[in-house]
């Protein structure tokens, strides 16, 4: 199967007065139809100028953006435009019209494309419906929460019929409960139409809650990509590391000759592990960290523990775990930071 998007080798670079600023180097990527797909880095990574890139926003200034088969740098710019109309997006600021109500900021689009006046709010009212905003269609933006003009922006999006959604840190403005309403919003438009969706963040627990796959990029480069699964059970990369264990932080000290990460199953999670190995080697381990995080619908469990100094005794209890089923990775000396 091809991929609905395929980047090879993308370059970016930006002139700045009389320095160059190389904000993409050699990204490849392919994102396959009806992925949730997470590109995370932290600000300054350059994952905003990539999203730009993907619907030629920004030229690239080497490398190919192929959307749907059909090489992006080939096409006219009324190709181009033509192209777009198969590429939402939506942004951290709504950008909603402010003179025009909930229903016209919808219809607008609609409006632009040459669809009737009468079909269009029809339209628009049903895309108001599977947003949760019927309600709301005679108001205007200043009226409404943060939470409710991204849904707006979302209504609008969808009233183009896109194949690809691009979401530019959407959710950046908002509170961590309406976050977690515009994601699961996000997820069932995913599934109900089978859109491509691409979420730009710089939060891990954005990228964790809805996406399939995840792509992490550092000072332009792509650091390690896969399936969120395989990211979070085991990190390769530095930023990788990094974005993951977040919170670790929170742990006064994590310090040991043996300090191991544990990842459970969802069936792993409901067993004594750890209280059978400690009866089972008669020797007490230290928990530095554990926390349970929701990785695209499913709970995973997760610990770091410090082993005993003993090195033939810290191995057997590293072969024990493995031995039970759960993603083991040795932090050396490792300190939460």
């Known amino acids: 199967?091809?991929?609905?998007?395929?980047?090879?080798?993308?370059?970016?670079?930006?002139?700045?007065?009389?320095?160059?600023?190389?904000?993409?180097?050699?990204?490849?990527?392919?994102?396959?139809?009806?992925d949730i797909y997470g590109i995370i880095g932290m600000s300054g990574a350059g994952k905003s100028t990539l999203v730009r890139c993907l619907n030629f926003?920004?030229?690239?200034?080497?490398?190919?953006?192929?959307?749907?088969?059909?090489?992006?740098?080939?096409?006219?710019?009324?190709?181009?435009?033509?192209?777009?109309?198969?590429?939402?997006?939506i942004f951290q600021h709504f950008n909603l019209l402010m003179q025009r109500s909930v229903l016209d900021n919808v219809c607008f689009p609609m409006e632009i494309a040459g669809v009737k006046k009468s079909e269009a709010r029809k339209k628009a009212l049903e895309y108001l419906e599977i947003v949760g905003l019927t309600e709301k269609a005679n108001a205007y933006p200043v009226q409404l929460s943060g939470g409710q003009k991204?849904?707006?922006?979302?209504?609008?999006?969808?009233?183009?019929?896109?194949?690809?959604?691009?979401?530019?840190?959407?959710?950046?403005?908002?509170?961590?409960?309406t976050t977690k309403s515009i994601l699961q919003l996000l997820k069932q438009i995913n599934r109900e139409y089978g859109i491509t969706i691409v979420v730009i963040t710089h939060e891990m627990a954005v990228v964790q809650e809805i996406c399939s796959h995840v792509a992490i990029i550092d000072q332009g480069n792509l650091v390690e990509h896969g399936t969120m699964e395989e990211i979070f059970l085991s990190p390769k990369s530095k930023e990788a590391k990094r974005l993951i264990y977040q919170g670790y932080e929170n742990v006064a000290e994590m310090k040991g000759k043996r300090c191991v990460r544990i990842v459970f199953s969802e069936n792993s999670s409901?067993?004594?592990?750890?209280?059978?190995?400690?009866?089972?080697?008669?020797?007490?381990?230290?928990?530095?960290?554990?926390?349970?995080?929701?990785?695209?619908?499913?709970a995973k469990g997760e610990m770091v523990l410090q082993l005993p100094e003993d090195e033939p005794?810290?191995?057997?209890?590293?072969?024990?775990?493995?031995?039970?089923?759960?993603?083991?990775?040795e932090l050396e000396n490792y300190v939460g930071q």
């Open 1 to 34: 199967m091809e991929p609905i998007i395929k980047i090879q080798n993308l370059d970016k670079e930006f002139r700045q007065k009389n320095t160059e600023v190389h904000a993409l180097r050699g990204v490849s990527l392919d994102i396959y139809k009806g």
């Open 57 to 89: 926003l920004e030229r690239p200034t080497a490398g190919t953006v192929i959307v749907d088969g059909e090489d992006l740098s080939a096409l006219s710019d009324k190709e181009l435009r033509e192209k777009r109309k198969n590429i939402g997006m």
């Open 150 to 177: 991204q849904r707006v922006a979302i209504a609008r999006v969808l009233a183009s019929d896109p194949k690809i959604l691009l979401c530019d840190e959407a959710t950046s403005a908002l509170d961590p409960q």
């Open 270 to 298: 409901y067993e004594p592990v750890i209280a059978n190995m400690v009866m089972a080697f008669k020797t007490p381990v230290n928990i530095l960290y554990a926390n349970t995080r929701n990785l695209d619908g499913v």
């Open 313 to 329: 005794m810290a191995e057997k209890m590293i072969v024990w775990l493995k031995n039970a089923k759960l993603a083991v990775e």
